[in-house]
């Protein structure tokens, strides 16, 4: 562990390829062509930006004409290649060295690119059936409208217009601000009525109460709801009868127009993006994960960002942020054109490698690939040395820079044999990332640990091989303990799962030898849980004298 680290300068492509035209990628693109770099932006459909209707439902006039400015400055670029009916067929390489397969006008194009923006746009559907309506002339939905009141701002005048709104699904900021703007237009019409009924409305975002307020001081009629109203639907002709909970009795209302509310969810072109990419997929089909080392654009592969509604549901400033964002990490990647990494971030010995592709299958972070002569290769720009890979390794073919076998063997045994005073030995084994820094900060604030307590720094715990543990045991450790991070706060993601499957099997090989199991623990924390620390360390030392 007291190798210097050898250094390689690596040439990278800084070409980058920007998947999705709409008003987010649009914005991706002329950030990163203004950094110097060309860009090939693509999309499925035929042109650039974005809807009139869903300009409307978050930005202001100059904000809109900002943003047309921007796909005016893309189509004069001799920096961005612009590439309309265009799908992304597949992928392959790593960062630095992507090349990708490019499919439209009935021909397959391949371009070389250093990083992939991925700007997938969000989705909305109308939630009609949900109401028990049909789309019509008279029941529209929001998406409609803002069409509508993009063409002619004085489209509902004289009517009388019902909002349904948080009833059909949980109740979402962005679609309560969508809802409330238009409220406000109507508001705005001469001899024009607008009724919101509601579930719960949810204001979690700024200037959302003071809308809610300026509606209904208008002269906005709000209906609290807990269940979807009694909605009729003869041709034209609408009712809709519901308790009135101040009145307390039934009260009919017959509108001109119903506007229904929208789910807002993520494009289902993600699936197979993150499939060709092989990047991981998030709750309700985003291309990220609950993972807070993912924030704000990154993915589970380096070279890969993910902005706008590709990752989450966001307003249209939100998204053109999280643009400037992969911007800037794009620049951080790229930089001249060269990239430094440590030489031996990951050494594959290719003369013990049998080709069982375990190390292709579980890196995390799409590090290995196969050369031209079917060798596994180990990309030191993408790799980022969690160790998975080495410790999956049936043949112990792969060694990790600082955290090699050898070294850490020596380590294991060093602290393993170390005399404590009749104390019982524990060998913590704690991720770099947390359970490490929960110990320094337990050692920091004079919290209580064991006597006999040994830490060994581990670069993540996937890194924490079987031999490890059951080598602490064989040379004199009463214990061993694997602290690792929680599910979903891994860096490299599935660190903690593989570290937790290795500790109940070196607690099954105990079992089958007739040695107590719990000699070998495994936890999770986080670098801030230095009481947590200790008392898992702790509870462990009791069990141990107890023996």
């Known amino acids: 562990m007291t190798q210097q680290t050898q250094m390689e300068t690596i040439n990278i492509t800084t070409d980058v390829l920007v998947v999705g035209a709409g008003m ?7 950030e990163i062509a203004a950094s110097g770099y060309k860009v090939v932006l693509i999309d499925e459909g035929a042109g650039l930006g974005m809807t009139a209707g869903a300009l409307v439902a978050d930005l202001d006039g100059d904000e809109q004409a900002a943003l047309e400015a921007l796909v005016e400055s893309v189509n004069e670029s001799n920096m961005i290649e612009v590439m309309t009916g265009t799908l992304m067929d597949g992928t392959a390489g790593v960062p630095g060295d992507f090349r990708v397969w490019l499919s439209g006008n009935d021909d397959i194009v391949e371009k070389s690119v250093g990083a992939i923006v991925v700007a997938s746009e969000l989705v909305y559907s109308p939630l009609n059936e949900a109401y028990g309506l049909s789309l019509s002339e008279t029941v529209i939905s929001q998406s409609q409208l803002e069409a509508a009141l993009s063409e002619n701002p004085s489209a509902f005048a004289g009517k009388s217009v019902a909002f349904m709104l948080g009833l059909a699904q949980d109740g979402n900021p962005l679609v309560l601000e969508r809802v409330l703007k238009s409220v406000l237009a109507m508001e705005n019409m001469d001899d024009t009525s607008a009724y919101v009924f509601a579930g719960d409305l949810k204001v979690a975002e700024d ?18 709801l807990t269940e979807i109203p009694t909605v009729v639907q003869e041709g034209a002709a609408l009712s809709i009868t519901y308790d009135d909970p101040v009145l307390q009795r039934k009260v009919e209302l017959a509108p001109d127009i119903i506007v229904v509310e929208e789910a807002i969810g993520a494009d289902q072109v993600n699936a197979a993006l993150a499939e060709m990419l092989k990047i991981d997929v998030g709750s309700m089909g985003f291309l990220q994960t609950d993972n807070v080392h993912r924030y704000p654009v990154s993915t589970n592969r380096e070279g890969i960002f993910v902005v706008g509604g590709s990752r989450q549901v966001k307003k249209h400033y939100g998204a053109l942020m999280d643009a400037e964002n992969a911007a800037i990490r794009v620049r951080n990647l ?10 031996n971030k990951a050494v594959l010995d290719t003369g013990k490698c049998t080709f069982c592709l375990t190390c292709y299958r579980c890196c995390p972070h799409g590090a290995i690939y196969w050369s031209g002569d079917n060798k596994p290769v180990i990309s030191a720009v993408a790799c980022q040395g969690c160790g998975i890979c080495a410790s999956e390794c049936p043949m112990d073919a792969i060694q990790i820079g600082e955290f090699n076998d050898t070294d850490m063997i020596d380590q294991v045994t060093a602290s393993a044999a170390e005399n404590t005073d009749n104390e019982p030995t524990i060998v913590a084994f704690c991720c770099q990332n947390s359970g490490l820094e929960a110990a320094r900060m337990a050692e920091s604030f004079g919290m209580p640990l064991p006597r006999g307590l040994k830490t060994v720094a581990v670069p993540c715990a996937g890194k924490v091989d079987i031999d490890y543990i059951m080598h602490a045991l064989a040379e004199g450790a009463d214990g061993v303990m694997v602290m690792a991070c929680h599910n979903g706060n891994c860096k490299s993601e599935k660190g903690s799962l593989y570290a937790g499957w290795r500790a109940a099997n070196a607690q099954g090989m105990l079992e089958a030898i ?20 200790s008392s898992i360390l702790m509870k462990m030392e009791e069990t141990l004298k107890e023996k």
């Open 24 to 30: 987010t990628g649009v914005k991706a693109a002329t």
């Open 207 to 224: 200037g959302l109460e003071r809308l809610y307020l300026e509606c209904r001081d208008r002269g906005a009629m709000y209906v609290k």
């Open 514 to 533: 007739g040695i107590e199991k719990d000699r070998i623990g495994f936890a999770t924390t986080a670098s801030n849980m230095g009481a947590d620390f």
């Open 334 to 343: 790229l930089g001249d054109g060269t990239i430094v990494v440590p030489a």
